[in-house]
């Protein structure tokens, strides 16, 4: 229930939203009264840009005041594309590219309440939860198979270019250097093209702020089998 520390809303998708693509951005979800009054908290929380951060993500888990935790998935969206907050800054001159981090963005907002509001507010794209409740707590997220992800050894990646479920070689350079057989397991709407994916580094602050630096160069190569990997290539070719 909602109090006053604990006054951001996790939402369900509601069921207009599910048959409107794209639906309202999120300005018009947050600051309007469409969401208002309608039993559609999954939960409410303290602190907006982790909220941001969870949607990013696309599942997580909420620590209870008195306890315990409660699991949320990836519940839909609201169909608008994702807006980089990273880029944003970039642009206005706040930060340079290379600056840019989760953890640089979250200290920034919170410094700036009102400026971050408004900058969290740039991304349009929304996205819903659901909670999750037949998966023990030893498992990871589910990603986008449905399945429970594994730590430094899923990829989010874009399925455009990678089918779900796929064998990946990744090479990845920079200050921790990784060469390992993936999988591709969950896609991310802030992931796009052939040579891009997010690395799932496991639960809690640790993890995260690892992942969060995570902004590397390198390589990505499927496994597939030959007919399936011709069947992909552009008549053109």
């Known amino acids: 229930y909602r109090t006053s520390r604990f006054r951001y809303p996790v939402y369900r998708m509601p069921p207009e939203a599910k048959n409107s693509t794209p639906w309202l951005p999120r300005r018009d979800i947050l600051t309007g009264p469409v969401m208002q009054g309608r039993g559609l908290e999954i939960a409410w929380v303290d602190d907006p840009v982790e909220l941001f951060f969870l949607q990013i993500q696309g599942s997580g888990r909420i620590r209870l005041n008195g306890g315990g935790t409660i699991r949320v998935g990836y519940g839909g969206a609201n169909g608008h594309p994702y807006r980089s907050i990273g880029s944003e800054m970039v642009r206005r001159g706040i930060y340079k590219a290379h600056q840019v981090s989760a953890q640089v963005i979250k200290a920034w907002v919170r410094r700036n309440p009102a400026a971050g509001h408004e900058l969290l507010l740039h991304n ?16 990871g997220p589910v990603g986008a ?3 429970s992800v594994t730590m430094l050894r899923t990829l989010a990646v874009d ?15 920079g200050e921790t250097k990784m060469h390992r057989l993936m999988i591709a397991q969950d896609t991310g709407s802030a992931i796009k093209g052939a040579q891009r994916a997010d690395v799932f580094y496991g639960t809690g602050d640790s993890a995260g702020q690892a992942a969060g630096r995570l902004r590397d160069p390198g390589r990505m190569v499927v496994l597939l089998p030959i007919q399936r990997a011709f069947a992909l290539v552009p008549d053109e070719y």
Do not use: D, Q
């Open 124 to 139: 349009p794209s929304y996205v819903f939860f659901r909670e999750i409740r037949k998966i023990r707590p030893s498992k």
């Open 145 to 147: 198979m449905n399945r």
């Open 159 to 173: 399925p455009k270019y990678t089918p779900l479920g796929a064998p990946v070689w990744m090479e990845k350079g």
